[in-house]
């Protein structure tokens, strides 16, 4: 059976996929935690990257440069955009990742990197700047597998949609109903982005799915669920690691 690549930014947004694995080697790369095993007899690697897109583009390279799996599944929390339709407890499918901080701030307002003209990531023919697209075909083997869920009983909506990566996360209504607006986005993260454009790179398909922790606005940590979203996500990798055909 071929392998999974499993990225999670922290210990605590993979401890219960962790908990199922068998067979595992651990090891410790530049030190963070990379696990191999397996998960229902699905062989896995589960790479712990830290947050934010250095981190994880560092961590993914380290790995694919000696390693090619059949897919790049991350998961982790997220926070929803206030038009996206998600709420606290729900899940969400990226469609395509986005650069939510690249490009350049003018007197009329944000533009993207296609102001600057240099893109980030040529490929044939395409030219990439903020936005890179996941596989249409993986997303609706993912999407059919999460909608059909049963989700241990609970109302879970899941959505598929636009996700934005930032590193000055929003903590502030205007900027959540601007960044939303911008790419058309159900919520944002730390470093999905950064995955969509090496998996491009490498030629790998790629699937993120993000649990919903809190709304993006005026920043009220307690209105956030930090461990129903980890728990949500990882249900959703499971299922996924168990479902999809490779």
Same mark, same amino acid.
């Given at each position: 059976m071929k392998e999974i690549l499993l990225l999670a930014a922290t210990e605590f947004e993979q401890a219960e996929i962790v908990a199922r694995m068998e067979r595992v080697v651990e090891q410790r790369v530049v030190g963070r935690r990379w696990l191999d095993g397996e998960v229902g007899g699905r062989p896995v690697r589960v790479v712990e990257t830290g947050i934010g897109g250095v981190n994880t583009a560092h961590a993914l390279t380290c790995v694919l440069q000696?390693?090619?799996p059949a897919l790049v599944l991350?998961? #982790? /929390? #997220? #926070?929803?955009?206030?038009e996206g339709g998600l709420r606290v407890g729900d899940v969400g499918l990226a469609s395509e990742e986005n650069y939510g901080d690249l490009g350049v701030r003018t007197p009329e307002g944000w533009q993207s990197a296609e102001l600057i003209g240099i893109p980030v990531l040529e490929r044939g023919e395409s030219r990439y700047f903020n936005s890179f697209p996941l596989e249409r075909e993986w997303v609706e083997a993912g999407g059919a597998v999460l909608a059909g869920a049963d989700w241990d009983g609970d109302d879970v909506g899941v959505k598929i949609g636009s996700f934005v990566t930032v590193q000055e996360c929003s903590g502030a209504d205007a900027l959540g109903v601007e960044r939303g607006r911008r790419f058309a986005a159900i919520c944002e993260n730390m470093e999905g982005a950064a995955v969509a454009h090496l998996c491009l790179s490498y030629g790998?398909?790629?699937?993120? /799915?993000r649990g919903i922790s809190n709304l993006v606005e005026d920043r009220r940590r307690e209105a956030w669920n930090l461990p129903l979203a980890a728990a949500r996500a990882q249900l959703a990798g499971l299922m996924l690691l168990s479902e999809l055909e490779l």
């Open positions: 000696a390693r090619r991350q998961i #982790g /929390v #997220g #926070g929803a955009y206030p790998l398909p790629f699937l993120e /799915v």
